[in-house]
């Protein structure tokens, strides 16, 4: 615990501008009106007490309604049960309802909310709408911009339900709800000047990533450091790796690496 | 006698051959350059807009425009707004011939009619540089240090 508020504080002090397009969490922001991205989440998790490697595969289409109000869809592929399969996929909106701007700077909430649908069958404590359980959930970010740091902290309320194939949710509908809540910190590395939309950008972030069962009162406490580079001014690369602090919920697989590849066309419909 | 009266105001209104040859804009609510390409490219969808030069450092954008065109304003900042920013700047270039400009009377230049805030009943001439002052067109501290009225569609408050 000490060895992480050591890191962060480190990681604050480092001079930087801030960037706020968080790796393991969404900001308060969303990406513009009229716009489309495409994003491909890769997760080469650990399992526990074996040498196996659980790999998940997500790809997403984000499209940008309008200025306040953006939605995803996405698939859900793994090989967690033997095969490499489909195992569902979500849907997912945000909606920003306060901006506050200056130059280089920014205070922005927004509210979102999540339906997935996931077949394949339950062996973790820990609730997961994005590749794991069938379920809904709902929360709220606030972003904060400010030249050299780029600030973010969310609250999520998840509800997971029996997911399909028959495979219920096995720890009794007492310990189906959960309570997740995110801390996200990030710095613009490089370039030191900005000459041009073809420089390549280089942000840190580090994140907390939290979740307490409402019924059991278990928890983890996750600690996800990350690269990002965005290439001209369009493209993006996350590399990442998330890693349990403490935890007394049962996971599966909860340390492992990271990789996200995201291109946005900006402008695609009107 | 109501055409009369209409026939009088339109001759005391004053009307110029003036025309918009650029805008500086400035955005705020953003540190990257992803963020500036967003609005960079959201600019250039505009069907009046010839050329945008962005500076990131100073997040403003110098944008042209074709000749002959009608310049939309109201335009220019829903782009910037739908790009997820705001404006905090926005300085038009605008060609006065021999106008002269008092404080509060209405300009009409093409589509549009200027109050000026600050004119001291001069005679204007050749390319000026004025700064729109209204709600959106800058910082909302700016705006709330001297609000003025809701306008109407293409009416503008501005400083010389």
């Not at chain 1, 349990?244 to 009107?270: M, Q």
């Not at chain 2, 026939?7 to 990257?32: D, E, P």
Request: net charge positive; with cysteine; hydrophobic share 40%.
């Amino acid at each position: 615990m000490k060895q992480s508020l050591f890191i962060v504080i480190l990681f604050l002090s480092l001079p930087g501008k801030g960037q706020e397009l968080f790796s393991a969490t969404e900001p308060a922001s969303n990406i513009a009106a009229g716009s489309i991205g495409f994003r491909l989440d890769n997760s080469i998790m650990n399992e526990i007490n074996s040498s196996k490697i659980n790999y998940h595969l997500i790809p997403e289409v984000i499209i940008g309604v309008s200025k306040k109000l953006m939605i995803q869809g996405n698939l859900f592929f793994s090989n967690r049960n033997k095969n490499f399969a489909a195992e569902g996929g979500s849907l997912y909106a945000k909606y920003r309802f306060l901006s506050h701007d200056a130059v280089q700077r920014h205070f922005r909430m927004a509210v979102f909310g999540r339906v997935s649908y996931n077949n394949s069958d339950i062996h973790q404590e820990e609730i997961n709408m994005y590749g794991h359980n069938s379920g809904y959930e709902a929360g709220a970010v606030a972003t904060q911009l400010l030249r050299r740091v780029a600030l973010s902290t969310s609250l999520t309320f998840l509800n997971a339900l029996d997911n399909g194939n028959n495979n219920k949710f096995p720890y009794g509908s007492k310990n189906n709800q959960a309570i997740n809540s995110t801390l996200s910190i990030g710095r613009l590395m490089f370039p030191k000047e900005y000459r041009s939309y073809k420089q390549t950008n280089i942000n840190l972030m580090v994140e907390f990533l939290t979740q307490v069962n409402t019924g059991s009162g278990k928890y983890y406490f996750d600690i996800a450091p990350s690269v990002q580079m965005i290439f001209n001014s369009q493209s993006r690369v996350d590399i990442g790796y998330r890693n349990e602090l403490s935890g007394t919920l049962l996971r599966t697989a909860p340390n492992g690496f990271f990789i996200r590849l995201e291109h946005t066309f900006f402008n695609a419909f009107k | 006698m109501k055409k009369i009266f209409l026939f009088i105001a339109i001759a005391f209104s004053v009307v110029t051959n003036a025309q918009v040859t650029k805008v500086s804009l400035q955005a705020s609510g953003l540190t990257c350059s992803m963020c500036s390409n967003s609005i960079n490219k959201a600019l250039k969808t505009l069907d009046f807009v010839d050329k945008v030069e962005a500076d990131i450092k100073k997040y403003t954008f110098e944008i042209s425009f074709k000749s002959n065109s009608t310049v939309d304003f109201e335009m220019i900042k829903k782009k910037v707004e739908g790009a997820g920013f705001t404006v905090s700047g926005f300085v038009a270039s605008i060609v006065f011939n021999n106008v002269q400009v008092t404080n509060n009377q209405p300009i009409n230049i093409g589509d549009k009619i200027f109050y000026f805030v600050n004119a001291g009943g001069q005679s204007v001439n050749g390319v000026k540089e004025i700064k729109i002052i209204d709600k959106g067109f800058v910082s909302l501290k700016e705006f709330k240090s001297n609000p003025y009225p809701n306008s109407s569609p293409h009416t503008y408050h501005a400083t010389l």
